[in-house]
């Protein structure tokens, strides 16, 4: 799922061709992602982000500041403080670290999301876990401590 960088690359610019890359599925239905950058000592992570009409990116917190360029289709918070408010195709959206909602794409989207540490997603039983479905305190916590 992380974007191959070149052990050649000397010059410490490394050119990522998502074009050549495979949309891989994530575990939110009609959510696929290809990720650019991710950097799994700090959680940095830049990745272009597809979802399907309806597709729902379910209850989550920021754990740090994101950033979302919206290429086409829209973003909708469906759940939260935020409920209603809508990104669409040329718009970018930022969320504070701490802000939590579901997010929502009713006729489908594309967009360019940048993380500096995952999200917690909010699991009906209780856990607390990244995208990928693990322990978040476990694959996270050390971006915490100072």
């Keep these: 799922m992380d974007a191959v960088t070149p052990e050649d690359a000397a010059t410490h610019s490394h050119i990522v061709r998502p074009q050549e890359m495979e949309w891989q599925k994530t575990r939110f239905p009609?959510?696929?992602a290809k990720t650019l950058l991710f950097d799994r000592k700090t959680g940095l992570m830049t990745a272009l982000m597809r979802f399907a009409p309806g597709a729902v990116l379910p209850d989550h917190e920021h754990a740090n500041i994101e950033q979302t360029f919206v290429l086409e289709g829209s973003l909708v918070d469906k759940e939260g403080p935020a409920r209603g408010m809508s990104c669409s195709a040329?718009?970018?959206i930022w969320r504070e670290a701490g802000s939590r909602h579901a997010a929502w794409c009713p006729e489908g989207g594309l967009m360019l999301a940048i993380f500096q540490v995952p999200n917690k997603f909010f699991e009906a039983?209780?856990?607390?876990?990244?995208a990928s479905g693990e322990d978040w305190d476990a694959a996270w916590g050390h971006t915490r401590k100072a």
């Design 125 to 130: 039983d209780g856990r607390v876990v990244d």
């Design 90 to 92: 040329g718009e970018f």
């Design 30 to 32: 009609g959510c696929e």
